[in-house]
Structure formats: structure tokens, C-alpha cells
């Protein structure tokens, strides 16, 4: 985790204002991908520490609800997640491409709830970098 923490601090000691257009685009989609890849990484440890009860350990009833005490999210996106990391568990495809930054959580996110079939994954979904996460084709 401390090199994480460096690269950020690297990041924001960057005079963005003094970087051109080109660079800030280049930039942008390469920040993008590097955040679904450390979303990934998230989900699959969010998993783990479901698995583990880690949340009851901690005094939390729920998963949901330690993330919303610990990691301070809403209780609609806390319950999201909770849902989409046991779920990515099930699609080792899907969370591959995730975790390679090639999807990203908005991409299958709109699925976690269609996509009940034993074979669910990322190809059969549909998913990839081509559709915009809103309009991913609908299983």
C-alpha cells in the first residue's frame, strides 16, 4: 500500500495547469484505467473479508454496513458493492477484464442482477471497451 500512497502523492504534486491538452488526455484514460484495475483489487478483497465475516468481527451486522461506517459509502452504493464483489466470485472472466482495466465497474454493474446463468461471463455478457458502460447490450 505505500507504494500506492507515493504514486498518488506523486500524481498530486503534478502542476496540472501546466500540462497541455494532449498530455491531460493521455493522462486521463490512463488514470481511468489504473482506477478500474485499483476497483478490482478492491472487490476482490471486499469479497475475501465478506467470506471472513470480517465486518461482524469488527461490530458491523452487515458487510453494507461496515462499509458505510469504515469506508463512508451511501448505503445504496455500500450494498451495490457488496453484491457485485460476491457476484465477480461467479464470473472469473468478467473479473479478469476488470482487474486488467479492460471493463470497468460501470460496464458490469447494470448485469449484476440479469445475469444468473452458471455460465455468466464477460464475453457472453457482451461486455467490453467498445460500448459505453450505459449502453452495454442488455442480457
Not at 94 to 116: K, M, V, W
Request: glycine share 8%.
Amino acid at each position: 500500500m505505500e507504494d500506492l500512497r507515493s504514486a498518488v502523492d506523486a500524481l498530486a504534486g503534478v502542476e496540472v495547469a501546466a500540462l497541455d491538452a494532449g498530455t491531460l488526455g493521455t493522462e486521463l484514460v490512463e488514470l481511468r484505467v489504473q482506477i478500474d484495475r485499483l476497483e478490482a483489487q478492491w472487490l476482490a478483497r471486499l469479497a475475501a473479508f465478506d467470506d471472513d465475516c470480517g465486518p461482524m468481527v469488527d461490530g458491523a451486522a452487515t458487510t453494507a454496513a461496515w462499509l458505510r461506517r469504515d469506508c463512508r459509502l451511501a448505503p445504496g452504493a455500500a450494498r451495490e458493492r457488496v453484491t457485485v464483489a460476491r457476484r465477480l466470485r461467479e464470473l472469473p472472466a468478467t473479473a479478469n477484464s476488470l482487474a486488467e482495466g479492460a471493463i470497468s465497474y460501470r460496464h458490469f454493474r447494470p448485469h449484476r442482477q440479469r445475469d444468473r446463468g452458471p455460465a455468466g461471463d464477460c464475453e457472453r455478457l457482451g461486455i467490453d471497451r467498445k460500448h459505453p458502460a450505459g449502453g452495454v447490450p442488455r442480457v
